[in-house]
Nanobody, 126 residues
Framework: QVQLVESGGGLRQAGGSLRLSCAAS????????MGWFRQVPGEEREFVAG???????YYADSVKGRFIISRDNAKNTVYMQMNSLKPEDTAVYYC????????????????????WGQGTQVTVSS
């Protein structure tokens, strides 16, 4: 089992920044592929950013150039730096993890992840 705890959400004005953190426990962190998803009430949970067990990163088009995902294996933590925030970034943000599969580092689909955090609210005002 892997436990994930997100933190860092909050309220910002458009154009501002936030850094989300996700602390993992229960398994060797370096063996995990990690992702961030977000969800607005009444809508599907959507992919935001992912990072392989190594250094490969990838993003949804809607956040490319504004968000940066990173990981610190020594701290068992994945981060997402969110810059130039827009009102449409308002959502509950979820951290997700899965044991890194052989061969593929690209996991943009929700079904690829086995473990989820409880979510943290991000609200961006205009």
């Amino acid at each position: 089992q892997v436990q994930l705890v997100e933190s860092g959400g909050g309220l910002r004005q458009a154009g501002g920044s936030l850094r989300l953190s996700c602390a993992a426990s229960g398994r060797t962190f370096s063996s995990l592929a990690m992702g961030w998803f977000r969800q607005v009430p009444g809508e599907e949970r959507e992919f935001v950013a992912g990072i392989s067990s190594g250094v490969y990163t990838y993003y949804a088009d809607s956040v490319k150039g504004r968000f940066i995902i990173s990981r610190d294996n020594a701290k068992n933590t994945v981060y997402m730096q969110m810059n130039s925030l827009k009102p449409e970034d308002t959502a509950v943000y979820y951290c997700a993890a899965t044991i890194a599969p052989r061969g593929s580092s690209y996991l943009p689909k929700r079904v690829s992840y086995d473990y989820w955090g409880q979510g943290t609210q991000v609200t961006v005002s205009s």
